[in-house]
């Protein structure tokens, strides 16, 4: 799944008032981005994570590779839909995954013709 992210961070140090600061901003954005404002537009204004200036993209994962809450709330939602704040150790995100990729599944007619060679290639390999 390729997805897109609006990362806020949360100091360490910070206390509850600070977190609940940073998750109202968080609510805020996401706001706008269910308002129909363009999510990549929204990343690279609020954004502080590593992807804001490409609007967000944070790349493609499958499952097992993205930190467990973000996972979960990534492969909740249907392409386009966006999360509500997620929180991590880092602090807020907000995820809209851009596409759905079933990772290393083709269909049959995608592959049939390699299928049909490497069984060819295997009979002449038992001849020989």
Known sequence: MRVRDIFF???ASADEA???????????VRQLARGGREFAALARQFSE??????????GTFARG????????????????????PVRT????????PEQDIAAGHKSLDEVRDSIRETLYNDALEERF
């Not at 939602?77 to 509500?84: A, C, F, M, N, T």
Request: charged share 30%; no cysteine.
């Open 65 to 84: 590779q993205m930190e467990p809450a973000l996972e979960e709330a990534a492969f909740r939602l249907k392409p386009g839909e966006v999360s509500e």
């Open 18 to 28: 600070e977190i609940e600061h940073v998750r109202a901003k968080a609510e805020e």
């Open 49 to 58: 994570g590593p992807g804001a200036d490409n609007g967000g993209e944070i």
């Open 89 to 96: 150790a880092a602090g807020f995100h907000l995820l809209r």
């Open 9 to 11: 961070p949360v100091a």
